[in-house]
Nanobody, 116 residues
């Protein structure tokens, strides 16, 4: 059974930083690309960042230069380091992976609030 469990969300002031973690189980983690998404109140879920199994990364324009995605295959964990946070970054953040045969998997999400 595939499980993705996010953690690390919370309340932070504008300009602050947070690091989100997503622990995966039930998959051979090193074989999967991983992604982070977010959903703000009243908005559709949007893609934030992705990392391939080889470690290549890609970012949405809205977070480029402020967020960094990374992975630790030994810990079956993907991270999202968020810096210079803005109020518009407030959202529930989800990690996700895609299996060609079984489809998409999502975590339960972790809330990030950026407010003074």
């Amino acid at each position: 059974q595939v499980q993705l469990v996010e953690s690390g969300g919370g309340l932070v002031q504008p300009g602050g930083s947070l690091r989100l973690s997503c622990a995966a189980s039930g998959i051979i983690f090193s074989l999967y690309g991983m992604g982070w998404y977010r959903q703000a109140p009243g908005k559709q879920r949007e893609w934030v960042a992705a990392i391939t199994r080889g470690g290549s990364t890609n970012y949405a324009d809205s977070v480029k230069g402020r967020f960094t995605i990374s992975r630790d295959n030994a810990k079956n964990t993907v991270y999202l380091q968020m810096s210079n946070l803005k109020p518009e970054d407030t959202a529930v953040y989800y990690c996700s992976t895609h299996d060609a045969l079984r489809g998409d998997y999502w975590g339960q999400g972790t809330q990030v609030n950026v407010s003074s």
